[in-house]
């Protein structure tokens, strides 16, 4: 690929951060814009700011400065730019973009679908789609029912590919800590707010009435208190608060646990959940995060209807059943796991902006390619 490609986001993601990085390394020349280093939510909740590698990094702190550096690519740059609403300064990125006749593709999660919002949220995405129709060239739809989601709210099938949070590779990489001996060890990590449904997750593990389970938590949050004291009555010694954690450290506890659930209503995607399966720790969601369907065809750890207590709770009796996973077990998943890394996302965006380029074989995602395939 010749052409620069240029990110466009509201902060210096993880989720993108390394996808724009390993791309750079591909030999593409790569700048990366955003509005701030980091969000101040993200920041409390132990995010560092991660180096783009060789992209260039500039940042747009408000529109004028947004308007100005769009202004500034060059014609045959090509933009992934960050939604469609609610985007902040890409939103004025994007309509100069659109002026100028540049190429234009949209990065977008899962849409919470649920209730009058959501009803309200499929009107208006419908206008958006119809109205940038011109403008966009495409869309990359992370989460495993996005696709069918924008394509019903008119955006073309044929220019919608599914997506994923494609996180850098040193996260699967060099020996696993040593996992300690003895008993069956569920993880949560992240927010404590009531969409990540930590409450449902301790009533499962409590439901289990296993003395070999223990339930450990990382993250921090306006709800600790109260799930602090429900953790108390539910679990008594049978789980471990661990709290905020650096989240360069996450993925070294996440390999030191037999299982990571992520029970949440809603999730765009859930990067915890490529985390855990880069490790080499199967995963549990909800069918509600965007990443479930990374889960299914992980062929480990399972899928639950989301808020189903039952359901939750039959799913990890199984797992719990079926004891830890082996040291074989997390090598084989670990290394399935490299579809999620950024180096696998640079092919795959390469292969996806060929394709709308040029035609041929349409690219499929790299956790849908047959073992054997991919490397």
């Avoid at 132990?46 to 529109?63: E, H, I, K, S």
């Avoid at 955006?155 to 996180?167: G, K, M, N, Q, W």
């Avoid at 679990?235 to 506890?253: A, E, N």
């Avoid at 750890?301 to 074989?328: C, H, I, M």
């Amino acid at each position: 690929m010749s052409r620069p490609v240029w990110f466009w986001q509201r902060i210096v993601s993880p989720h993108m951060a390394g996808l724009a990085s390993a791309l750079a390394g591909r030999g593409v020349e790569v700048t990366y814009a955003a509005e701030r280093p980091m969000s101040a939510d993200r920041a409390a909740q132990g995010w560092g700011t991660p180096d783009p590698g060789g992209a260039r990094l500039v940042y747009a702190q408000d529109a004028a400065a947004a308007g100005r550096l769009a202004r500034s690519a060059p014609a045959d740059s090509l933009h992934i730019c960050q939604g469609l609403r609610g985007n902040g300064v890409v939103a004025t990125a994007q309509a100069v973009l659109a002026q100028r006749g540049l190429t234009q593709w949209v990065v977008m999660e899962t849409v919470e679908n649920t209730g009058w919002r959501g009803l309200v949220r499929r009107l208006e995405y419908r206008r958006l789609i119809a109205s940038r129709r011109k403008a966009v060239s495409g869309y990359l739809a992370t989460g495993h029912e996005t696709a069918d989601w924008l394509v019903a709210r008119g955006a073309r099938a044929d220019r919608v590919f599914p997506f994923a949070y494609f996180l850098a590779d040193e996260i699967g990489r060099g020996p696993a800590p040593s996992r300690p001996p003895g008993g069956f060890r569920i993880l949560f990590v992240g927010q404590f707010i009531e969409l990540k449904r930590l409450d449902l997750l301790i009533r499962a593990v409590a439901a289990l009435g296993r003395e070999d389970v223990e339930l450990q938590v990382i993250g921090s949050g306006p709800q600790e208190e109260m799930l602090r004291r429900l953790a108390a009555e539910a679990l008594g010694s049978r789980h471990r608060w661990i709290g905020r954690v650096p989240s360069g450290d996450v993925p070294g506890r996440m390999a030191q646990a037999d299982l990571l659930v992520l029970p949440s209503r809603y999730d765009g995607w859930g990067a915890v959940v490529s985390e855990a399966i880069m490790v080499g720790t199967p995963a549990v969601c909800s069918d509600r995060c965007g990443s479930a369907g990374v889960v299914r065809a992980s062929g480990r750890g399972g899928v639950f209807p989301a808020d189903d207590l039952g359901a939750l709770t039959a799913l990890l009796r199984r797992l719990v059943d079926e004891g830890p996973p082996s040291t074989q077990q997390r090598a084989a998943l670990a290394q399935w796991g490299r579809r999620l890394g950024a180096g696998a996302g640079a092919d795959y965006l390469k292969a996806i902006l060929a394709f709308a380029d040029a035609g041929g074989d349409r690219p499929a995602p790299p956790w849908m390619i047959p073992a054997g395939k991919c490397q």
